[in-house]
């Protein structure tokens, strides 16, 4: 497979309401990160995800309700048995990695030195993907994918399948977007 390529297999799905929850069921993309919502719609979501066959990452820090501790990461594994989550925080990321979740650390490039605490932060952390935001910062993708062992994620501002394929041949694995068009290829 062509890393640079744009593919719909390497696409996720940022979810942010219940309508785009829909279109991304219905569409090519196997991974949804859930990104906003409540925790009392959490049960459903994820057993709708499921029977799609489609993997469900909750955004710690964006779905109301959730707590954000280690007590509430078991509980959240055991009940509601998400494939991972996302969050900002280290802590989390430990926590989810002993509930059995998949880890996403997401981190933010708003400049040298915020970028260079991220880079230690998940050096610390080893979670087991990271997330980029914003995505389109290809010199910043390239960096960051230089000085990362975990897979690349970068999401954020990306509104064109260009600009996705510009992030591919970056070096980013994945490519998070609510743009509900680069989840159905064919509507562009």
């Known amino acids: 497979m ?8 390497r696409m996720i799905a940022s979810v942010t309401n219940e309508r785009s929850l829909d279109s991304a069921l219905a569409s090519g993309v196997r991974r949804i990160n859930l990104v906003s919502g409540g925790i009392d719609r959490l049960q459903t979501i994820v057993r709708r995800v499921r029977e799609t066959d489609k993997r469900l990452f909750v955004h710690i820090e964006m779905v109301e309700g959730i707590g954000r501790d280690a007590a509430f990461i078991r509980y ?22 002993q509930a059995g979740l998949i880890a996403v650390q997401r981190v933010f490039a708003i400049d040298t030195v915020a970028l260079d605490t991220a880079l230690r932060t998940v050096a610390a952390s080893r979670p087991d993907e990271v997330e980029l935001m914003p995505g389109l910062l290809p010199r910043i993708v390239r ?27 970056m070096g980013a694995d994945y490519v998070s977007v609510s743009d509900e068009s680069l989840w159905h290829p064919s509507i562009e």
Request: charged residues 30%; aromatic residues 6%.
């Open 143 to 169: 960096h960051v994918k230089d000085r990362i062992d975990s897979p690349l994620i970068v999401g954020g501002l990306i509104r064109r399948r260009e600009e996705a394929q510009e992030a591919f041949a």
């Open 2 to 9: 062509d890393k640079t390529a744009y593919s719909i297999d």
């Open 76 to 97: 959240m594994a055991e009940t509601f048995r998400p494939d991972g989550i996302i969050t900002t925080k280290s802590g989390i990321v430990q926590a989810a990695k």
